[in-house]
């Protein structure tokens, strides 16, 4: 569970950056997205498949600029 201490000399406004960035690095935001709605198994796997994709193909873009 992502959290900053703060004393009494701490800026807000850094402090509520690193906490954003925690939250961030730990994923809840991607996760509660996710949550928001049922998805069936099948549009599951048709996402994850296409996210291959989608990586392959930006992995061969890289290579090839080489």
Known sequence: ???VYLDDSDNFDISLRRF??????????S????RQ????PSVQRK???AAAKK????KMRKMNMR
């Open 55 to 58: 990586r392959l193909a930006k």
């Open 47 to 49: 996402k994850k498949k």
């Open 37 to 40: 709605h049922y998805e069936k």
């Open 20 to 29: 954003k960035k925690q939250v961030e690095k730990a994923g809840i935001l």
């Open 31 to 34: 996760e509660l997205k996710k």
């Open 1 to 3: 569970m992502p959290g």
